[in-house]
């Protein structure tokens, strides 16, 4: 099993930043990848950024691409979602996500909330 714990969410102007945290613990050794999703009211959960586990590897959502940074430390099993030039579109709950290698399964976090005013 791996354990997720999000930290960083907050309230923030348009135009700010935010950095979320992700600490895995457990089996970590088993990750292929970790990255981010989110969930606004009303829509459905959305990818948002990935990065793979060994080689470092970056995946972006379009709508982020320029303005978020997904970072890794291995040493600290954590993984970092740098926020900048941030949108009230950007408002949304960020789940953590991390993939099992060879296999369909992931694990979430709690969530954490992201409220970016106008």
């Known amino acids: 099993q791996v354990q997720l714990v999000e930290s960083g969410g907050g309230l923030v102007q348009a135009g700010g930043s935010l950095r979320l945290s992700c600490a895995a613990s457990g089996r970590t050794f088993s990750l292929s990848s970790m990255g981010w999703y989110r969930q606004a009211p009303g829509k459905e959960r959305e990818f948002v950024a990935s990065i793979t586990w060994s080689g470092g590897s970056t995946y972006y959502a379009d709508s982020v691409k320029g303005r978020f940074t997904i970072s890794r430390d291995s040493a600290k099993n954590t993984v970092y979602l740098q926020m900048n030039s941030l949108k009230p579109e950007d408002t949304a709950i960020y789940y953590c996500?991390?993939?099992?290698?060879?296999?369909?399964?992931?694990?979430w976090g709690q969530g954490t909330q992201v409220t970016v005013s106008s």
């Open positions: 996500n991390a993939a099992r290698a060879y296999t369909d399964y992931h694990y």
